[in-house]
C-alpha cells in the first residue's frame, strides 16, 4: 500500500509543468487513490523522494516537490510552458514597474505645480 501511495503521487508530480502541487490538492486524491490520512507526514518520511515546504499562510500551506526534478533550486528540465510563463511574468514585472516610476513622476510633477 506504502509503495502504491508513492507511486500515484510521484506520478503526479511528474505530470505538473513546475514538478510542485500543494499538499491540499494532493489531498483532493486521498479517497480516490487510498492515500494515507496524514499526506505531510507521510511524505516527510520519503525526503529521499519528495521535498515538503512550508510558505505562506503562517507555516500551514504546504508544497510538495519531487526532489528528482530539481537541482540547486531550479528545474532541471525546463518545460515550454514553464520557459513561456516565466517570461510573460518577468515581462509583467518590467511593465508594472515602468508604469508606477511614469505614476510617481506624474504625481511629483503635480505636487510641485500644486506647491
Excluded: C
Excluded at 531550479?74 to 515550454?80: D, P, V
Amino acid at each position: 500500500m506504502e509503495k502504491r501511495a508513492i507511486a500515484t503521487i510521484h506520478e503526479l508530480l511528474s505530470l505538473t509543468v513546475e514538478k510542485k502541487i500543494t499538499l491540499e490538492r494532493i489531498a483532493h486524491f486521498r479517497m480516490a487513490k487510498n492515500l494515507p490520512k496524514k499526506l505531510k507526514d507521510f511524505l516527510q518520511q520519503h525526503q529521499g523522494i519528495f521535498y515538503v515546504s512550508t510558505r505562506g499562510n503562517q507555516g500551514k500551506l504546504y508544497t510538495v516537490f519531487l526532489r528528482e526534478a530539481y537541482r540547486k533550486g531550479e528545474l532541471i528540465e525546463l518545460n515550454e510552458l514553464y520557459l513561456a510563463r516565466s517570461i510573460t511574468i518577468k515581462q509583467l514585472q518590467l511593465v508594472t514597474r515602468s508604469y508606477l516610476s511614469s505614476l510617481l513622476v506624474m504625481a511629483v510633477s503635480w505636487l510641485l505645480e500644486v506647491i
